[in-house]
């Protein structure tokens, strides 16, 4: 059997979750390629610590460099600020590496062209990470779309909701600061996210008009002061489908300060005959709307069945974030192996930027307070 070595660079939150993963990847039933973490780059010391629990990790490095000279690394996950995209997934691209990108996939949009199109010019693998939808319910949201019960679709709405801005007196870190995040702020952080199952499903954004809100604007430095957070909190788009021939409403809410939330992705999907609707702060329940004399919404109590890839839990347990981690990351193998076979796979280079013509359109959107038309496949951003 096939194994694929994995480097990753950046160590952190994200790479300990990767990590993790490829820690289990025995708990996938019957699938036909091994992965093996290989190596691990980060400045913290301390952070390389964690991975020397790791027993197929063989190279701890503080220089990405070195981790990219390796000849056995196939595929490098980086999680990094998106400041660092550009600069540091060109450079994995061109090093010859395959690559699992995280979102935004790059800082702005000229960034994530330049980037889709150096892997398109090489001829690397290029996915990028969006875990939620992998979950037993998005998939079965995606499934009762595709089935034709709803009828005419008329509306859609999706967002990805947290409180994680909600404490004023929390500390500043570079997701507060357009110098590290970008101007788009909450979209580049959550913004993929909303997009990935709608962009899926052959919904693109046509127009778009943008609420965005700079909530908290200052926060403590850490040391002793208070500093200047730059960034929008909160975006909410009001945008513009067409879905066979006919323009359809879709709603897209980013925010980092939604009371009440801690980590709540979210979609909704109403047609003239039926509905669907899924969300995570309710992981087991898939809600579906059928219209037959009267009108009735139903509760079914999702398992463990249903996700892309078998596994060897239980089809009575609920899913977790972990789980949802780990069906991404089979899914990027499983494409890159060309194994997939129509099961639902991660976010292409495509899409990245399609997300990017969303996000830049609104920007100009709430500067102009217009709805902007959005036009994709620019060679440049206007």
Not at 35 to 61: F, G, H, M, R
Not at 163 to 179: G, T, Y
Not at 188 to 196: F, I, N, S, T
Not at 286 to 302: A, K, V
């Amino acid at each position: 059997m096939k194994t694929i070595n994995i480097g990753i660079i950046g160590g952190g939150l994200m790479g300990r979750e990767a990590a993790s993963s490829f820690g289990r990847w025995f708990a996938l039933n019957d699938f036909p390629a091994q992965v093996a973490l290989k190596a691990v780059c980060d400045l913290n010391p301390q952070v390389l610590e964690w991975y020397k629990n790791i027993s197929s990790v063989d190279l701890l490095t503080a220089d990405y460099k070195e981790l990219l000279q390796r000849d056995d690394i196939d595929v490098v996950y980086v999680a990094l600020p998106h400041n660092l995209h550009k600069d540091f997934y060109i450079e994995v691209l061109e090093a010859g590496k395959d690559l699992l990108a995280e979102k935004p996939f790059g800082i702005d949009l000229e960034a994530a062209l330049a980037i889709r199109d150096k892997g398109e010019a090489l001829g690397r693998f290029v996915r990028c990470s969006s875990e939620m939808p992998f979950l037993p319910g998005p998939q079965r949201v995606i499934e009762e779309v595709k089935s034709g019960r709803m009828g005419e679709i008329i509306e859609i709405k999706a967002g990805f909701l947290h409180s994680s801005d909600i404490d004023p007196n929390k500390p500043i870190n570079w997701k507060r600061q357009v110098k590290y995040c970008g101007e788009i702020g909450v979209m580049g952080d959550l913004g993929m996210h909303v997009l990935h199952v709608p962009l899926r499903l052959g919904w693109k954004p046509e127009l778009v008009y943008a609420n965005l809100q700079k909530i908290v604007e200052q926060r403590p430095d850490g040391k002793g002061g208070m500093a200047v957070c730059d960034t929008w909190n909160n975006a909410t788009l009001n945008t513009q489908v067409t879905i066979d021939g006919k323009q359809v409403p879709m709603l897209l809410e980013m925010k980092r300060i939604a009371p009440g939330e801690t980590n709540t992705w979210y979609i909704e999907i109403f047609g003239t005959k039926g509905g669907v609707k899924y969300s995570t702060k309710d992981t087991k329940a898939l809600w579906t709307f059928r219209i037959d004399g009267d009108q009735y919404w139903q509760r079914t109590d999702l398992g463990f069945k249903g996700v892309p890839f078998p596994v060897i839990t239980g089809g009575i347990f609920e899913p977790g974030f972990a789980d949802c981690f780990m069906q991404m990351l089979a899914g990027y193998v499983a494409e890159r192996e060309g194994f997939l076979n129509g099961r639902f796979g991660c976010v292409t280079p495509d899409e990245a930027v399609a997300s990017h013509y969303v996000f830049d359109a609104a920007l100009k959107s709430f500067a102009n307070q217009t709805v902007e038309k959005i036009v994709y496949n620019q060679t440049q951003p206007a």
